[in-house]
């Protein structure tokens, strides 16, 4: 079985740039969900998809905007980057089963806008 | 809304000496709680979680954590820390409704000394 993976590991852009970061769901999962990590902070929920569509949302802009694909990958998308976007950005993925389900994350895309 | 509260920033301890993690929680139904750890350039692993049932949870690694409902408390503990323990420890609450959400405290940086 495959864990959660993501891509790429390390990302440097300038701000005012578009960035796309990858998440590759392990088997058999049907929910994503993006999370920011600021330096010294716990990770702060961005928005969750399940069956690609979105069905929740943390206090993010709409500039962090998403996509799930029919084989449960999905990516973070986030325009006109700004300086407050360097983060390690984690996905989770889960069996949305009507009962909770434990969450399972990647290793992170580490983010640095310049 | 949830919210979960951990006050101690950091913490130093012996190799060997006993370890405890506070975590308190806020959330108006009963909550699943988990413990994450993630070492420097790392995701998160999952600890242990609890879900229902028994109060004093079994986790990996030598870790246990005990919910008490009185206190709002979900205190990570270990009988002796070992060096490879040193790590940053996250303890969150999550919740249904209408998709899953995670909420994460802030963390708690622990340092092991020889």
């Known amino acids: 079985e495959t864990g959660v993976t993501q891509s790429p590991t390390h990302l440097i852009k300038t701000r005012g740039q578009q960035v796309t970061l990858r998440c590759s769901s392990q088997?058999?999962?049907?929910?994503v969900s993006w999370y920011q990590q600021a330096l010294g902070q716990g990770p702060q929920f961005i928005f969750q998809?399940?069956?690609?569509?979105?069905?929740g949302r943390g206090n993010f802009p709409p500039r962090f905007s998403g996509l799930q694909f029919p084989n449960y990958s999905s990516e973070l998308n986030v325009n006109a980057l700004e300086l407050d976007d360097s983060a390690l950005y984690l996905c989770a993925s889960s069996l949305a089963s009507g009962e909770y389900n434990e969450q399972f994350f990647g290793p992170g895309t580490r983010l640095t806008v310049l | 809304a949830q919210s979960v509260t951990q006050p101690d920033i950091h913490i130093t301890v012996s190799e060997g000496a006993s370890l405890e993690l506070r975590c308190n929680y806020s959330y108006g139904a009963t909550p699943y709680l988990f413990w994450y750890v993630q070492s420097p350039g790392q995701g998160l692993q999952l600890l242990l979680k609890?879900?229902?049932?028994?109060?004093l949870v079994q986790g990996i690694k030598g870790f246990e954590a005990e919910f008490k409902r009185s206190q709002s408390s979900f205190n990570l503990r270990k009988p002796s820390v070992h060096w490879s323990d040193a790590a940053e420890y996250f303890c969150?609450?999550?919740?249904?409704?209408?998709?899953?959400?995670?909420?994460f405290g802030t963390g708690t940086k622990l340092q092991v000394i020889p």
């Open positions: 998809y399940y069956r690609e569509e979105e069905n």
């Open positions: 609890y879900f229902s049932g028994d109060t």
């Open positions: 088997s058999g999962h049907n929910t």
């Open positions: 969150a609450v999550g919740a249904l409704g209408g998709y899953q959400k995670v909420t």
